[in-house]
């Protein structure tokens, strides 16, 4: 070994870098202390010396090129990746095309390839993945086996676990897109949030079970716990909710709010082909069915309604159970519940124009107004039960208790006082078995 002072060497200009150095087989001159009589020279105050491989120099840590590894635990064996950081026993193990990437925890990014620019944090983090670069893999087995979800961050306890062509995606949460194929510029956010979807491109998972299973509903938002989970074909679409659209099939541009809202299950079964179409309250649209540019706000609103076509029911129960109606606009508790092709109808009112089936053209203001009008057309109902059960076409009714009767004008002149001005009071004149009014 060349004895040469340091400052001879750098003068004769014998200087290496780390590059060209292989730590297994490069040595420094160390002193040992050993007891005894190994010490040297007859003062007994110096060490003999030994050779040292370079590679057992600084501890736990090595540093080979750029790359720093852990050498206690043993990180994996190829160190040759550009800027590369490798802590934990077997980190990056055979990882190829990983540079500037970092490995931290027992076989992260193990068999990673094409994962440059990455982040494997946890246990089996991103392992055996592949074409997933300048993305983030953060918990145990997170991002475990996906491949071609580049650009993508998968953070909790398996998220995003062999998670398929699922590139500029977010997975946040334990089981979080496990298993999600074709979902790419995504978000599942939530426990078990989008896992096992299918095909669900541009869309959104918030909260537990979110759009789990959820096949080809891309462009659309999965909000609440299991909103949206098992639907399948509904694009471009909002569920949001417990519940909320639950295994609904087939929905397009279609809105669904709050608890079961559009979702399938229970009495009225399951829920499909609702499109451009808006449901907002507990229940509302549940076991729905073809509803068209329709809208149902109110608890039970349009619950088990099917094959209607711009209609409106507003308030608890609307148009609940209805079907084949067309232009129909029930307003009140339980309007146009129970309703069947019919088209043209107006009901405001609890239970006005309930029960309207087969008729047309048909008006009911007013509690049970043209309640129970099967078969007519062009009817008028004003007042509390007015058309009760009515069963006559082209008919102006006028519910008698929004009609007083008097025996005569005298009598409706002194009965009827106080009146608001600009109005004008309508009675029925007994007498003359007509219609009659006091003007103020």
């Known amino acids: 070994m060349d004895n040469y002072i340091l400052q001879t060497l750098i003068t004769q200009g014998r200087i290496v870098t780390s590059a060209e150095i292989d730590p297994d087989n490069s040595y420094l001159q160390i002193g040992v202390y050993q007891r005894g009589n190994r ?76 994962a440059y620019e990455s982040n494997f944090i946890g246990l089996q983090a991103g392992a055996n993945l592949s074409n997933s670069y300048q993305s983030n893999f953060i918990g145990t087995l997170a991002g475990y086996s996906a491949s071609y979800s580049s650009a993508s961050n998968f953070i909790g306890s398996s998220a995003g676990f062999n998670a398929d062509f699922c590139a500029n995606s977010n997975f946040i949460g334990n089981n979080a897109g496990y298993g999600a194929l074709g979902s790419s510029g995504s978000n599942f956010i939530g426990e078990y949030a989008g896992r096992s979807c299918n095909n669900a491109t541009s869309s959104n998972f918030l909260g537990y079970y979110a759009g789990r299973q959820a096949t080809s509903s891309y462009w659309s938002n999965f909000i609440g716990y299991l909103a949206g989970a098992y639907a399948s074909s509904s694009h471009k679409s909002v569920f949001i909710g417990p519940y909320a659209g639950n295994s ?18 229970g009495f009225y079964g399951n829920s499909f082909g609702c499109l451009k179409s808006l449901f907002v309250g ?23 309604a099917q094959n209607n076509n711009e209609c409106v029911g ?97 009598t409706a002149q002194a009965a009827i006082v106080g009146g608001s001005a600009g109005s004008t009071y309508l009675y029925y004149n007994s007498t003359t078995g007509a219609i009659e009014g006091i003007r103020f």
């Not at 990882?95 to 990437?101: G, H, I, Q, V, W």
């Not at 929905?251 to 399938?264: D, K, L, R, Y």
């Not at 009140?332 to 519940?337: L, M």
């Open 248 to 265: 609904h099939t087939g929905a397009f541009e279609a809105v669904f709010i709050g608890n079961g809202a559009g979702g399938s299950g």
């Open 314 to 410: 507003i308030n608890v129960n609307a148009l609940g159970v209805s079907s084949g109606n067309y232009r129909y606009y029930a307003i009140g508790t339980s309007a146009g519940f129970v309703s069947s092709n019919s088209q043209n109808i107006i009901g405001i009112g609890t239970s006005a124009t309930q029960a309207c089936n087969n008729s047309n053209n048909v008006i009911g203001i007013g509690f049970q107004a043209a309640y129970n009008n099967d078969n007519v057309n062009n009817v008028i109902a004003l007042g509390q039960n007015a058309g009760l059960n009515n069963t006559l076409s082209g008919q102006t009714i006028i519910s008698n208790s929004s009609l007083p009767s008097y025996v005569d004008r005298a």
């Open 39 to 114: 010490k040297s020279k007859a003062a007994n105050d110096a060490y003999p010396l030994f050779a040292i491989p370079l590679s057992e120099v600084g501890g736990p840590i090595g540093l080979l090129g750029t790359s720093l590894y852990s050498k206690t635990p043993a990180a994996g064996s190829d160190f040759s990746i550009n800027h590369g950081i490798f802590f934990g026993l077997e980190a990056g193990l055979n990882s190829s095309t990983a540079n500037y990437s970092i490995f931290l925890g027992k076989q992260s990014g193990a068999n990673a390839t094409d």
């Open 282 to 304: 507990a229940q509302c649209g549940e076991g729905s069915k073809t509803v068209t540019d329709s809208c149902a706000i109110g608890s039970g609103a349009m619950r088990g």
